[in-house]
């Protein structure tokens, strides 16, 4: 029973490696954490913690694999078996007893690059599924939960025209640029293994998806245009989503023929129609799950914010058990509870969710950055081959142009609120490659071009983290685009451009006169929306808080009714006279706050503000989110420490 | 490369299903959180949400074992191999590739009973390191820091008896019995297996750890006496750690010899020097990381809280890392920071940090309970056996009456406020097994023995959560317990008996002017407490904040110098008071606020106030946490809400 007992024993030598090298992480995170926190109280800008993340992480993999020597331990055996499979399971029959094993991967012992198969390192590398299944659904939930959805949904068209149609372009583009490449390099005889054009445009999916997390922050912080905010964030939230499905589509169809990977019309058909199905039936599932509401649990925050814990994880496992993309589907819950769900929350629950997200989402980022930095020297089967590293980087930067500036041109052409070329310039420069791109590279490191794709893919992130990530500052200042804009003003101003946009404004009054009454408490009832044929319908559907909702409504809006043609002319006036008045304060925040505490609050403030009744469309900009709506007096008082145009008006 | 491929598509089957069986243990759990709610709604207790989750657990196992019949893949190849060992890393050779492999276990083909190797069933069942590395960490740090300290180092010295040498007790005790039970049915010829006099202490351990989780639930809700709720509690978070330690110590003395698994009293004293080790290396490691303070970052609370949690988590990994127990220190650890780090955060991340544990605990234990339930069915290698059984559930019985009489009777000649005999038949009644017996059973199944443990130790944690927790509250009436029990006016009323306890108060003192003014801002400066020489010392050692509070502490102190003398003077007048006044009025604290939020606010409240100053103590019992300690005049005017008769006093 020795062995036996060697395995089970709870200070046996492999458990306690594996406790060290899970702290070897946990240490990295914390000392990021404290140089995070001097850097946030020096204001210096240069290097976001993700960046900084990286950088330690490369420190310790500069360590572990040229400081530290573990004698090798003599317990691999190597079995030499008339075997003709690799099956995920094997029993092994040692004397009598039956012992599992499960299939890890293949080890390479190629004839070109020696292995020095060090255990450690190798076990520092640990799963990639754990990216996909632990550490990336925090992160994807919490974009969707954070979603400034105003913003978000005024630019709809345009960031669905570049998450979906920009990223397509990028992948193929990155794609046939790199078979350019590999072709001419098997002619010159610089590449050492297989690579199909299946594999370039796998590069080109996986290289396509932006993560401006660095940018985003730095925005954040120095208040740059909300609109240029919106795109950036919207297109690398979706185009993560289209990346992966992308990405899985290619696969699926590349083992249809083992040897034709060469270019198919009708399968490409047909990984369209995978990506199509496997994208909307994702949507659909995150948002059927994020609409399901619970209502009842007001009173006990702590089973209401376990329930919506488990409700997102449950989205993401449903999905992933359905064949369809977790990733895809918890994005979509995440926005769909933020839009619904969080208004049915007790006020405790709503902090608790955004803190328990907010913080889940830091430490995943950061331990997914420092993983990173770790795995350039920890990772044992790179393949650096520089003529494609350097035709990659020129992809990339082909890609991303080839997305950004034609289909900019194009929307200009829709868009009254033109994208200028310095915003372009800025997004060409913002895209950034981060933790989805890692993430669909180490996924699958088994054959010679994935790991050469994934060494690859190791320096354009870190390039672009650290060279695009922290130029971003001196950027903004040389494209002189305006820092310091105040979100509410800016919206106000530019609302009479925007959201005068018919598909816009019909899925708000719909979404406000019938779905908010129906899955939320807040909106008007559905009595007071729907037809009164429907009427025993709408008093089962409608929930007892909306009624008291609906009192204040009825006192307010006689003074308030206004046909659609008089908000349009209330929009001009009030852009005419904001810009009349010429002094447009900008109002600092408070960045103490956290770059999404405070100001999601006053988001949905402004969200729940802007009231639209029976068809008329009332807007109510309010700066104070303390005040409530009711108390709205007309004309109010003019409050001294800020100057507000927009009340004046009404 | 069709075999590659497989491997590593993101929707091949074995993930799919990986995914799907997670998703059972989340729709548990969500079941669970619906059906509490229901129950605390309609104020019904007789089973607590872990008895629930277990059920739940049972009858999807049942759905699992017998309603589901998923096709037996096969892809398990048996290799014969002449290997005469069992390696934790196997590579393959398949045609000139090398797979690797790792080891799950054995598997038990044994020669007496068939088994059905279900891979689903084999599945669901997941890795029992999860239990110790993922899901008891939480629940034991919460324990820690939501432990009311006031009433825990109060009865301190009873704790650790029952804790420690009870135990050991009910460890010896059970095992001695069980092993008269094992020889009887040898001889009867009832056992099929190697059963030896280590195995039967190991049992002893295992069943000795008590998790009266469900009953303390109860207390909290009815108001038991806080005496009796700090002796149970406080018990049963150290004998978790003492059974790990235990369990532990007597593994590591196993494998010595591997025939001689009989009685030597050369290797018990070994056994308890390693119990020793252990538990003082882990205690010093939890405390030490628990002391080590981080006060600069208080305005970044998301920042903090990440510290805060990282820096708990790698106290778990650190000691497991360094051969020790990594439970033992979290418990540790998490009592030093409620007590010192707890005051250096800010307010936000006090917030913060108790919802996340308390949201993590709250998961993991209803997880782990469910677990148990599934377990029961789900599990293949189930030896149940009936005499054993019968023994065993006889054996706990007097292992914890051989706990809790003696050592009563023995702390009884001691203390002051003896501990009746109705508390006593509480303790006996409320000695239930969780989650610690369960997850130390769980992680060993190899042999016949422990599955023989295994699947008692199962029955004895149904019985005992289901039967000794659902008869908490009429065994309470039964034993004329009062509830209701305002814990405040309890201690003040209390206090004269206890706090005279010599090393309690010279602790208290060193404590409150020494350790908490160097590791917290709260407290007196230390340049007034330390002696006049260590001045320098004093100053550089003293936060900024603590200052703050020396200017409010001389202003008070100068109308309360009260030397020790008076202090007992003061306890008596005010016992007397209130038991004069006749009228104690029980203030109903709103039970919303969950098992523990709001009572640990209190609680800390408590604790700040009273307040030792330059060794003279001085009691303020405050009803009110929203008026702060600087505000109070002499005499305060009467609140006319509640009947005060304590600051009437003063």
Request: proline share 5%; net charge neutral; hydrophobic share 45%.
């Amino acid at each position: 029973t020795g062995g036996l007992l060697k395995l089970t024993s709870p200070k046996d030598t492999p458990h306690r490696q594996d406790s060290a090298y899970l702290l070897i992480f946990i240490m990295l995170l914390t000392l990021t954490i404290l140089t995070i926190w001097l850097f946030k109280h020096r204001r210096f800008r240069f290097l976001h913690e993700t960046g900084l993340a990286m950088i330690y992480g490369l420190l310790v993999g500069v360590i572990l694999r040229y400081g530290i020597h573990v004698p090798q331990s003599m317990s691999d055996v190597v079995l030499e078996c008339a075997v003709n499979a690799s099956p995920a399971t094997l029993l092994v029959n040692v004397s009598g007893r039956f012992y599992e094993y499960t299939l890890k991967g293949e080890v390479s012992r190629g004839k070109d690059h020696q292995v020095q198969d060090d255990e450690m390192l190798r076990k520092v590398t640990f799963d990639p599924e754990v990216f996909f299944n632990i550490l990336l659904p925090p992160i994807i939930f919490h974009a969707g939960y954070s979603l400034k959805r105003r913003h978000f949904f005024r630019n709809i068209g345009s960031i669905l025209a570049y998450a979906f149609i920009g990223t397509v372009i990028s992948c193929f583009f990155i794609g046939l640029i790199m078979y350019g490449f590999v072709t001419f390099m098997k002619a010159v005889g610089q590449i050492g293994g297989d690579f199909f054009f299946t594999d370039c445009l796998f590069f080109g999916a996986i290289v396509s998806a932006t993560d401006p997390v660095t940018v985003l922050a730095i925005f954040n912080e120095l208040k740059v245009d909300v609109d240029l905010y919106a795109l950036l964030f919207g297109e690398s939230v979706l185009n993560d989503a289209v990346a992966i499905v992308l990405s899985s589509s290619i696969v699926a169809y590349q083992p249809a023929g083992d040897n034709s990977h060469s270019f198919e019309a009708m399968a490409v058909l047909k990984s369209f129609g995978v990506f199509l199905g496997v994208f909307s039936g994702s949507f659909s599932l995150g948002v059927a799950t994020g609409v399901m509401t619970f209502t009842k649990l007001r009173d006990f925050p702590l089973l209401e914010t376990g329930l919506f814990f488990l409700m997102s994880w449950s989205t993401f496992l449903l999905a992933e058990a359905c064949g369809m993309t977790g990733v895809v589907a918890v994005l979509f819950c995440g926005i769909t509870q933020a839009h619904y769900t969080y208004n049915n929350l007790s006020r405790e629950s709503q902090d608790r969710t955004k803190q328990l997200f907010e913080l889940l989402n830091f430490l995943a980022e950061n331990f997914i950055f420092s993983y990173m930095g770790l795995t350039l020297f920890s990772f044992q089967s790179h393949v650096f081959n520089p003529m494609f590293i350097i035709g990659a980087f020129l992809a990339v930067f082909l890609g991303r142009a080839a997305n950004i500036y034609p289909l900019s041109f194009l929307l200009n052409l829709g868009r009254r609120n033109k994208i200028g070329m310095n915003f372009q310039h800025v997004m060409m420069f913002a895209g950034l490659r981060g933790a989805m791109t890692f993430a669909l590279s180490i996924r699958d490191t088994a054959t010679y071009a994935r790991q050469m794709m994934f060494s690859t893919t190791l320096l354009i992130v870190f390039f672009t983290v650290w060279i695009c990530g922290g130029g971003t500052t001196p950027m903004l200042s040389f494209m002189s685009i305006p820092v310091g804009v105040d979100s509410d003003q800016e919206y106000s101003r530019r609302s009479t451009k925007h959201e005068s946009a018919w598909p816009f404004r019909i899925w708000y009054t719909f979404d406000h006169n019938y779905l908010k009454p129906l899955l939320t408490h807040s909106g008007p009832p559905l009595t007071a929306t729907l037809p009164a044929c429907c009427g025993p319908l709408a008093r089962c559907l409608t929930s007892p808080q909306a009624y008291e909702n609906e009192g204040r409504l009825h006192d307010d809006d006689s003074d308030f009714i206004l046909n659609d043609a008089n908000v349009s002319s209330l929009y001009a006036d009030v852009t005419v006279s904001t810009d009349a008045s010429g002094s447009r304060t900008i109002n600092p925040k408070p960045s103490a706050a956290g770059p999404f505490g405070e100001n999601r609050d006053r988001e949905l403030d402004l969200v729940e503000r802007e009231v639209t009744i029976r068809g008329t469309r009332l807007v109510l900009p309010m700066d104070d989110p303390a005040e409530p709506p009711t108390t709205v007096t007309l004309p109010p008082p003019p409050s001294p420490p800020r100057s507000d145009p927009h009340r004046h008006r009404l």
